[in-house]
Antibody, heavy 118, light 110 residues
Framework: EVHLVESGGGLIQPGGSLRLSCAAS????????MNWVRQAPGKGLEWVSV???????YYADSVKGRFTISRDNSKNTLYLQMNSLRVEDTAIYYC????????????WGQGSLVTVSS | QSALTQPASVSGSPGQSITISCTGT?????????VSWYLQRPGKTPKLMIY???YRPSGVSDRFSGSKSGNTASLAISGLQAEDEAHYYC??????????FGGGTKLTVL
């Protein structure tokens, strides 16, 4: 059975850094398209980043240069390193598995709340 | 990477049919048949309802259907039921190899 469990969220001051983790089970992260999607409180979904099975990475313009997606195959875990955090980065961050690499999100984690505030 | 445009809200009575539109550009919706639709209920994670414009994942009711014309995709729901009340989001693959979501549509079943 597939499970995705995020961790690492919390309260951080503007300009700070945080690393989110997404532990996967039931499949291997390095064989799939793994994404981060966020949702600000009471707002809609916003795609953040993807890492392909081959290792290529892509980012939304809103986080490019500040966020880095990566994975540890030995731990079967996906990461999102978030630097230079802004108030507008406040959101629930979900990791999601994309079966086809085209927006077929078949599994989602429960989400990790990141609050950027002074 | 501007968000796709969806109506903020739609409504319908039980048994009726509704349609939700999702408008993008030739660099996303119009350029690829990679439009997906998600249903999200309060406090829950999104659920995939339609992928690649018009395909339903296993287990999704055939009351849900998708289509596309030019830069606009549409989700149709027939035979509205109270359980259909939720937020609906479209997404599209883009020419930058990224994904983009719509702003979301709140469906109210009257």
């Amino acid at each position: 059975e597939v499970h995705l469990v995020e961790s690492g969220g919390g309260l951080i001051q503007p300009g700070g850094s945080l690393r989110l983790s997404c532990a996967a089970s039931g499949f291997t992260v390095d064989s799939n398209y793994m994404n981060w999607v966020r949702q600000a409180p009471g707002k809609g979904l916003e795609w953040v980043s993807v890492i392909y099975s081959g290792g290529r990475t892509y980012y939304a313009d809103s986080v490019k240069g500040r966020f880095t997606i990566s994975r540890d195959n030995s731990k079967n875990t996906l990461y999102l390193q978030m630097n230079s955090l802004r108030v507008e980065d406040t959101a629930i961050y979900y990791c999601a598995k994309d079966l086809l690499g085209t927006g077929y999100f078949d599994y989602w984690g429960q989400g990790s709340l990141v609050t950027v505030s002074s | 990477q501007s968000a796709l445009t969806q109506p903020a809200s739609v409504s319908g009575s039980p048994g009726q049919s509704i349609t939700i539109s999702c408008t993008g550009t030739s660099s996303d919706v119009g350029g690829y048949n990679f439009v997906s639709w998600y249903l999200q209920r309060p406090g829950k994670t999104p659920k995939l309802m339609i992928y690649e414009v018009s395909y339903r994942p296993s287990g999704v009711s055939d009351r849900f259907s998708g289509s596309k014309s030019g830069n606009t995709a549409s989700l149709a729901i027939s035979g509205l039921q109270a359980e259909d009340e939720a937020h609906y989001y479209c997404s599209s693959y883009t020419s930058s190899r990224t994904l983009v979501f719509g702003g979301g549509t709140k469906l109210t079943v009257l």
